[in-house]
């Protein structure tokens, strides 16, 4: 955790939006995995209720990027900014996919990413109501699809300097999702902070069928009547 907070998560309430959680146990996760006084600007990708950027503007980070592809995400992120009276001369929004966006021409050296990984071979997407939430959870049919998406767009950019920290679920089986990305896309991925929560009910029929060697593998334990995962966040460098 960023020893030199001044503002915890678990104070910053933000609002929220159908379909658009204020926070999430992912994006809490992100925020006290951050050490932000090594950083001076971020780019927020997928950046939802703007709570990732909002945390760190309010503990000093001097700028940050927001990038989201849904309008709705957008609107959501620009009233939060003013509900918490940040200067607009500290931040500005990139609204579109986040492959349109050329790094090169932004100074940023810290990319976060909460991406949706949800496996629509596990669970039908349509469970979801809010058009919002599907794009948020959709992760394509082995959850991996929007994250290889980002990996091979960073794979065309200039990332030497620039650290890229991804929230992640266990159940996506961590030691192997960190080799298939250096081994496709040249990112070489570790462990640096990690957050033990629920597993959704919805997950429940999937998990109790796997072996135990696979809920070994994805960090699925079982305590208190309760399955419970891990929320990863890995940080990514380059090796070109």
Not at 76 to 98: R, V
Not at 118 to 143: A, H, M
Not at 157 to 162: A, F, K, L, R, S
Not at 163 to 175: E, F, M, R
Request: proline share 4%; net charge neutral.
């Amino acid at each position: 955790m960023n020893q030199k907070s001044i503002y915890l998560i678990e104070n910053i309430n933000l609002a929220s939006s159908n379909g658009i959680a204020a926070k999430t146990p992912f994006s809490q996760a992100m925020c006290e995995g951050i050490d932000l006084q090594h950083y001076h600007c971020l780019l927020d990708v997928g950046c939802g209720s703007g709570i990732i950027g909002i945390y760190s503007l309010l503990n000093r980070l001097p700028f940050v990027y927001f990038n989201d592809i849904q309008p709705e995400a957008i609107g959501l992120t620009q009233y939060n900014l003013k509900k918490e009276g940040i200067s607009s001369d500290q931040y500005q929004i990139i609204q579109g996919a986040f492959d349109s966006i050329d790094l090169s021409k932004y100074p940023i050296d810290l990319i976060t990413f909460n991406p949706p990984q949800l496996p629509t071979d596990w669970v039908n997407i349509n469970i979801f109501k809010e058009e919002c939430e599907k794009k948020f959870r959709d992760g394509g049919k082995d959850g991996k699809a929007v994250i290889n998406r980002f990996f091979q767009w960073l794979s065309g950019q200039n990332t030497q300097n620039i650290s890229i920290q991804l929230g992640v679920s266990s159940v996506l089986a961590i030691d192997s999702f960190l080799k298939s990305i250096e081994q496709h896309f040249g990112f070489s991925g570790a462990k640096k902070h990690e957050k033990t929560v629920p597993v959704r009910q919805i997950l429940y029929p999937i998990v109790t069928a796997m072996s135990q060697d696979e809920k070994n593998a994805r960090d699925i334990t079982f305590q208190d009547d309760a399955f419970y995962k891990k929320i990863y966040i890995l940080e990514f460098n380059s090796k070109r």
